[in-house]
C-alpha cells in the first residue's frame, strides 16, 4: 500500500470512527457526562468469571442506554422507535442467550451423574 492510500484509508477509518462516536454519545452519554453511561452501569457489573456474567456485562450496556433514553423520555425527548426496538432487541437476545448458557449448565451437570457409576455396597 502506498503512503497516499494509506493516508486516505486512515482519514476514512478517523472519519467513520468520529461518525459513530457522535452518534453513540446520543444514545449512551449525556451532554454533562461524555462517560455517564459508564459510570452509570457500574452496578449493573458482575464479576466476569463466567460466560453468563460475561454476556450480563455485554447487556448491562443497553440496560444503561434504555434506562437514559427513558430518563430522557421523562424530560419530554423521546427517542426514535428504531432505538427502543435495537436496545430492547438486544436485551433480549442476550436474557435468551444467558438462558441457553444455564440450561446448558444444567444439561452438562445431568450428563456427568448419567456418567459417574453407581456404587452400590
Known amino acids: 500500500m502506498r503512503s497516499e492510500q494509506f493516508a ?3 482519514a476514512e477509518l478517523q472519519y467513520r470512527e468520529q461518525k459513530l462516536l457522535v452518534e453513540k454519545a446520543a444514545e449512551y452519554a449525556t451532554d454533562e457526562d461524555r462517560m455517564a453511561n459508564f459510570k452509570n452501569a457500574l452496578h449493573l457489573q458482575l464479576p466476569p468469571d ?5 454476556a450480563w456485562n455485554y447487556m448491562a450496556k443497553h440496560l444503561e442506554a434504555s ?3 427513558l430518563r430522557q ?3 419530554g425527548q423521546a427517542m426514535p ?18 438462558l441457553g ?3 446448558q449448565r444444567e ?15
Open 67 to 69: 434506562m437514559q433514553g
Open 101 to 103: 448458557m444455564l440450561e
Open 73 to 75: 423520555l421523562g424530560e
Open 107 to 121: 444439561w452438562d451437570l445431568l450428563e456427568e451423574c448419567r456418567a459417574e457409576p453407581v456404587h452400590v455396597d
Open 8 to 10: 486516505t484509508m486512515f
Open 81 to 98: 422507535l428504531d432505538f427502543w426496538r435495537e436496545k430492547l432487541g438486544d436485551i433480549r437476545v442476550y436474557c435468551s442467550l444467558i
Open 50 to 54: 463466567t460466560p453468563e456474567a460475561c
